[in-house]
């Protein structure tokens, strides 16, 4: 006797579906994508949309927590494989100019550029605890820096982090009107002369005596 399992089950794949969702919104942001645009991007009703995901912005924020562990990760893996402060902003801002033009996918960061014209409150201020998260996490570095004198003592840790918060949400900008890999290189590589100059383990050893 052949039994079939309790339950209609899902005509689609759901991962697939929520990487047609990012692109969607990565794209147009989230304010300007529709339900209708999400279902037509992900190939489902709008009964399938609502029981697999629940609303648009529980989708939505579904989407941000698997971007940021996807396409968003080159962040963390470089703050935890980096020895120095620099050598980790550096390769964030230079493996930014890469990520936010390569082909296969919108340019620029879903983060930065879904936020524009978001007149949905709870979205508009989640989005900006996650930067503000970041930026965060590059002033502790930093600070990090200064106490171990890889950076001078002086080094304004709030200031060096805004400012290369503000290059990042630059990147994305630029990449998103047209500008190449090799442009954002430049200007990642340019940004990095900003910061106060490495100093020597000699420099170093002698700030600790």
Known sequence: ?????????RSFDRLTALEKATMAFWEHGYETTSVADLTRAMGISAPSLYAAFGDKKTLF???????????????SRAFAEEPTARAAVGRILSESAELYTEPGHPRGCLMISAAINCSTPEVEEALRERRNRNLALFEARIREGVAAGELP???????????????LQGLSQQARDGATKEELA?????????????????????GRR
């Open 153 to 167: 003592a002086d080094t304004d840790a709030r200031a060096l982090a805004r400012f290369s918060g503000a290059v």
């Open 61 to 75: 924020e579904e989407v941000v927590e698997a971007y940021a562990g996807s396409y968003g990760a080159y962040g």
């Open 1 to 9: 006797m052949v039994t079939t399992p309790r339950g209609r089950p």
């Open 186 to 206: 430049a200007v990642a590589a340019t940004a990095m002369l900003a910061w106060p100059p490495q100093r020597t383990e000699q420099e170093q050893e002698q």
